[in-house]
């Protein structure tokens, strides 16, 4: 994959990253660190400049994320009592779930979709919920465009610093990935704990 996602770039140039960003958004597992890096090395070698390749792909994460934002809003919280209704036992969620969750995001949501930026995978499927809770789009924008922004302007000037090297960059940034996963995982293994303990002491 990550041959054919340089070919790409190499042929297309600013409007090839931007559409392949936007991609990787919708789709997180086109890896976003082979097209920002590459593209930060190939600013040696093109007419492509660091600003250039930054532009393009904010521009492109943008795009995915008000996408996904979208599918979000079609997705609200009556649709969602629906899903509970007919398969909350066997998922062991309740409704009253979903409004702690509502309720939850309402209030941290501005920061969670900043802060999410930085993290894989979730850094895309963050533009769901910001969707599903309505939240103020022109807020969501800002703090898209500001996170993706440092995301895309470290990982871009790490890929034109380190040259022909710039693969070295996607293996760490791998391993950061990697990380995140398990750190998530067990995050997500004692949010279970702790709701069955809630649940048991009703």
Not at 1 to 9: R, S
Not at 112 to 130: N, Y
């Given at each position: ?23 990787e958004n919708v789709f997180p597992p086109v890896p976003s660190e082979v097209i920002l ?40 919280v009556s649709r969602l009592e629906s899903i509970v209704d007919k398969w909350g036992s ?113």
């Open positions: 994959m990550e041959n054919w996602l340089i070919n790409i770039i190499n042929e297309y140039g600013y409007l090839g990253i931007l559409l392949l960003i936007a991609v890096t590459f593209g930060g090395f190939i600013t040696h070698s093109s007419r492509l400049t660091i600003t250039g390749v930054v532009i393009a792909s904010t521009a492109g994460s943008v795009i995915g994320a008000v996408f996904l934002y979208g599918i979000g809003l079609q997705i609200d066997f998922l062991r969620l309740t409704k009253k779930d979903i409004y702690r969750a509502d309720a939850w995001f309402d209030k941290y949501g501005p920061w969670t979709v900043f802060f999410c930026r930085f993290v894989p995978l979730i850094r895309s499927l963050i533009s769901i919920p910001a969707g599903m809770s309505n939240m103020n789009l022109q807020l969501f924008l800002a703090l898209t465009t500001f996170g993706t922004l440092i995301w895309n302007v470290v990982l871009v000037n790490l890929g034109a610093s380190v040259g022909s090297s710039w693969e070295d960059i996607v293996h760490y940034m791998d391993l950061y990935s990697r990380v995140i996963y398990v750190l998530l995982g067990i995050l997500l293994i004692l949010l279970f704990v702790l709701i069955a303990k809630r649940r048991r002491g009703k």
